[in-house]
């Protein structure tokens, strides 16, 4: 679970992405991670970015596609990942940083608000 805090960019932040260049995103990923989710969903969530169930059902916020590229790419690995590896643990950090980089730790959401991410 990627946690949110409350906060949208302002006006003159990103240009919102479609659903579906969104839900194309998270299918490159998809492939790149060989993961597979048995479904994905995108609708409002007002307490975090994104979820995995244990069933396998990825669901992200849809303020995400008002957010820039890499805020959005972090949260949709984070999020995948944990189809892998269901806790934070050592290995879920290892591998966050193998697909993410030195900047995977902790995600500071722009424009603003703030996401934490382990």
């Known amino acids: 679970m990627t946690k949110r805090r409350k906060g949208r960019p302002p006006a ?9 260049a969104f839900r194309d995103e998270v299918a490159g990923w998809v492939s790149t991670m060989k ?3 048995k479904e994905v969903h995108v609708r409002p969530m007002s307490r975090k ?3 995995c169930s244990t069933t396998g ?3 992200f916020d849809a303020g995400l596609l008002e957010q820039p590229a890499e805020f959005r790419r972090q949260v949709i690995v984070h ?4 189809l892998k590896v269901p806790n934070h643990g050592k290995l879920f950090r290892a591998l966050l940083k193998a697909y993410l980089g030195t900047a995977s730790v902790t995600i500071q959401k722009t424009h603003g608000a703030q996401a934490h991410v382990h």
């Open 35 to 37: 993961v597979e989710p």
């Open 49 to 51: 970015w994104g979820s």
């Open 12 to 20: 003159n932040g990103p240009v919102p992405l479609s659903r579906e």
């Open 79 to 82: 999020e995948l990942l944990h």
């Open 57 to 59: 059902r990825v669901t």
